[in-house]
């Protein structure tokens, strides 16, 4: 499975109906944020996750961007 970019993960989660393949790294539209194993309209594998699910599974690439301070 491949780490979303830190970039792209926050500004989906601002989104808030935005997750990713983890299969493919395609974005999916009208996901809610905690959803599991969608099934990806691009490869048809059933890993499409909400964005802060992936942030609650550590898939966030974390040194692909620099992380705010809370």
């Known amino acids: 499975m491949r780490k979303i ?3 792209e993960w926050i500004e989906v989660v601002e989104d808030g109906t935005i997750g990713f393949c ?4 395609e974005e999916a539209w009208g996901v ?4 599991r194993k969608y099934e ?3 490869c048809g594998r059933h890993a499409v996750y909400g964005a802060e699910e992936i ?6 690439d ?7 301070d809370a």
């Open 55 to 60: 942030g609650l599974m550590g898939m966030v």
């Open 40 to 42: 990806c309209e691009g």
């Open 32 to 35: 809610e944020p905690d959803a």
């Open 22 to 25: 983890l299969a493919c790294g």
């Open 5 to 7: 970019p830190y970039e």
């Open 62 to 68: 974390t040194e692909s961007g620099e992380v705010a």
